[in-house]
T-cell receptor, first 114, second 116 residues
Framework: SAVISQKPSRDICQRGTSLTIQCQVD?????MFWYRQQPGQSLTLIAT?????????ESGFVIDKFPISRPNLTFSTLTVSNMSPEDSSIYLC???????????FGPGTRLLVL | TQLLEQSPQFLSIQEGENLTVYCNSS?????LQWYRQEPGEGPVLLVT?????EVKKLKRLTFQFGDARKDSSLHITAAQPGDTGLYLC????????????????FGKGTSLLVTP
């Protein structure tokens, strides 16, 4: 199993600013992902964080808005850039070893943009 | 995009009742997972179903994968207040390239409330 922690757990930010969310896994994982979730709703995949190379983004998400880093097999960051109120959401990271393997989720970062 | 439709979206029942949540797609998935999420936490995996027609049981929870691997159901017997939460089905997506990984396509979720 893997335990995933995220920092910060929540934040309130002003529009136009940027916030970097950190995701730490207690063991090495092959895959790491970033999702967005509106409270009480489902999760939408933002991107796959790839170690040592550029992240793979889903349709509707771009690197300039959501730059992602993954310097090693246990750590990744997601930056929400030039924030607007529409970016208010819960951001979750997950990690797993691949197909058929459990994907473990962090507790999420609750972001409110004013 | 492989879409997953979940129903019902909301369900409020009394303790001891039975319920079924459905997850349907027009696409075939190599495997499908069910998660449960409580407020303030990330989703936690309940089960993975892989084979068409497969049935898995987890105490009072019964999961079934359709023969064609396009749909799944979750049945809870004698629901308890501790079952309250958001139930999510997720299709495991095949990588589109070497960097996309086995990401998950989530359904919209079923919010379950079990009252004493």
């Amino acid at each position: 199993s893997a335990v995933i922690s995220q920092k910060p757990s929540r934040d309130i930010c002003q529009r136009g600013t940027s916030l970097t969310i950190q995701c730490q896994v207690d063991s090495q994982v092959t895959m790491m992902f970033w999702y967005r979730q509106q409270p009480g709703q489902s999760l939408t995949l933002i991107a796959t964080a790839n170690q040592g190379s550029e992240a793979t983004y889903e349709s509707g998400f771009v690197i300039d808005k959501f730059p992602i880093s993954r310097p090693n097999l246990t750590f990744s960051t997601l930056t929400v850039s030039n924030m607007s109120p529409e970016d208010s959401s819960i951001y979750l990271c997950s990690g797993g070893q691949g197909q058929g393997e459990t994907q473990y989720f962090g507790p999420g970062t609750r972001l409110l943009v004013l | 995009t492989q879409l997953l439709e979940q129903s019902p979206q909301f369900l409020s029942i009394q303790e001891g009742e039975n319920l079924t949540v459905y997850c349907n797609s027009s696409s075939v998935f190599s495997s499908l997972q069910w998660y449960r999420q409580e407020p303030g936490e990330g989703p936690v995996l309940l089960v993975t179903v892989v084979t068409g027609g497969e049935v898995k049981k987890l105490k009072r929870l019964t999961f079934q994968f359709g023969d064609a691997r396009k749909d799944s159901s979750l049945h809870i017997t004698a629901a308890q207040p501790g079952d309250t939460g958001l139930y999510l089905c997720a299709g495991v997506r095949e990588p589109t390239n070497s960097n996309s990984g086995y990401a998950l396509n989530f359904g919209k979720g079923t919010s379950l409330l079990v009252t004493p």
